[in-house]
Protein backbone atom coordinates (compact mmCIF):
# COMPACT_ATOMS: atom_id res chain seq x y z
CA UNK A 1 0.00 0.00 0.00
CA UNK A 2 1.17 3.41 -1.22
CA UNK A 3 1.75 6.08 1.77
CA UNK A 4 0.48 9.33 1.31
CA UNK A 5 4.12 10.86 0.84
CA UNK A 6 4.65 8.40 -2.10
CA UNK A 7 1.24 9.48 -3.70
CA UNK A 8 1.95 13.23 -2.93
CA UNK A 9 5.32 12.82 -4.68
CA UNK A 10 4.09 11.20 -7.78
CA UNK A 11 1.27 13.71 -8.04
CA UNK A 12 4.07 16.37 -7.73
CA UNK A 13 5.99 14.70 -10.56
CA UNK A 14 2.42 14.73 -12.36
CA UNK A 15 2.34 18.35 -11.98
CA UNK A 16 6.09 19.49 -12.63
CA UNK A 17 5.67 17.67 -16.11
CA UNK A 18 2.85 18.91 -17.28
CA UNK A 19 3.58 22.87 -15.89
CA UNK A 20 7.58 22.90 -15.63
CA UNK A 21 8.68 22.95 -19.31
CA UNK A 22 10.02 25.96 -20.56
CA UNK A 23 13.49 24.77 -19.06
CA UNK A 24 14.49 21.87 -21.28
CA UNK A 25 17.08 19.36 -19.51
CA UNK A 26 20.67 19.23 -20.69
CA UNK A 27 21.10 16.63 -23.93
CA UNK A 28 25.08 16.75 -23.08
CA UNK A 29 27.20 16.85 -19.70
CA UNK A 30 26.84 20.61 -19.23
CA UNK A 31 24.79 22.19 -16.15
CA UNK A 32 23.02 24.50 -18.89
CA UNK A 33 19.24 24.03 -19.22
CA UNK A 34 18.18 25.38 -22.50
CA UNK A 35 14.48 27.80 -23.63
CA UNK A 36 13.01 27.76 -26.61
CA UNK A 37 12.13 31.32 -28.61
CA UNK A 38 10.17 30.85 -31.70
CA UNK A 39 11.29 32.96 -34.52
CA UNK A 40 10.01 32.66 -37.92
CA UNK A 41 13.35 32.94 -39.57
CA UNK A 42 16.29 34.83 -39.34
CA UNK A 43 15.14 37.89 -40.75
CA UNK A 44 13.09 38.08 -37.69
CA UNK A 45 16.28 37.14 -35.10
CA UNK A 46 18.00 39.98 -36.26
CA UNK A 47 15.62 42.52 -36.07
CA UNK A 48 14.89 40.88 -32.25
CA UNK A 49 18.45 41.35 -31.65
CA UNK A 50 18.88 44.67 -33.51
CA UNK A 51 16.30 45.88 -31.20
CA UNK A 52 17.01 44.35 -28.03
CA UNK A 53 20.48 46.20 -28.22
CA UNK A 54 18.63 49.93 -29.17
CA UNK A 55 16.67 49.16 -25.95
CA UNK A 56 19.52 48.97 -24.13
CA UNK A 57 21.40 51.75 -25.83
CA UNK A 58 18.33 53.98 -24.89
CA UNK A 59 18.49 52.72 -20.97
CA UNK A 60 22.31 53.26 -21.12
CA UNK A 61 21.89 56.67 -22.09
CA UNK A 62 20.42 58.78 -19.37
CA UNK A 63 20.36 62.00 -21.06
CA UNK A 64 19.07 60.97 -24.66
CA UNK A 65 15.41 60.44 -25.39
CA UNK A 66 16.62 59.17 -29.18
CA UNK A 67 19.04 56.65 -30.54
CA UNK A 68 22.55 58.26 -32.29
CA UNK A 69 22.35 58.74 -35.86
CA UNK A 70 24.97 56.42 -36.76
CA UNK A 71 22.22 53.76 -36.44
CA UNK A 72 20.56 53.03 -39.66
CA UNK A 73 17.66 52.39 -38.25
CA UNK A 74 16.93 53.54 -35.21
CA UNK A 75 13.01 53.21 -34.57
CA UNK A 76 12.54 50.07 -32.20
CA UNK A 77 10.08 47.77 -32.46
CA UNK A 78 8.40 47.58 -28.96
CA UNK A 79 6.22 44.54 -29.71
CA UNK A 80 8.24 42.70 -31.21
CA UNK A 81 10.81 42.54 -27.69
CA UNK A 82 7.29 41.91 -25.85
CA UNK A 83 6.73 38.76 -27.96
CA UNK A 84 9.97 37.13 -27.28
CA UNK A 85 9.43 38.46 -23.43
CA UNK A 86 6.51 36.86 -23.32
CA UNK A 87 7.65 33.69 -24.80
CA UNK A 88 10.17 33.76 -21.76
CA UNK A 89 7.54 34.53 -19.15
CA UNK A 90 6.95 31.19 -17.41
CA UNK A 91 3.27 31.33 -17.05
CA UNK A 92 2.79 27.64 -16.54
CA UNK A 93 5.19 28.23 -13.51
CA UNK A 94 2.99 30.75 -11.70
CA UNK A 95 0.17 28.31 -12.57
CA UNK A 96 1.60 25.47 -10.50
CA UNK A 97 2.50 27.41 -7.93
CA UNK A 98 -0.56 28.88 -7.56
Known amino acids: METKESKDLEYLKKLMSRYLNTLMMPV ?4 YYTAEIKLLN ?5 CVI ?3 LKLCILGLDTESQKI ?3 IKN ?3 DVALIL ?3 LQLFPVDKFE ?3
Open 28 to 31: DNTE
Open 42 to 46: YGELG
Open 50 to 52: SNM
Open 68 to 70: SKT
Open 74 to 76: PTI
Open 83 to 85: EVV
Open 96 to 98: LLS
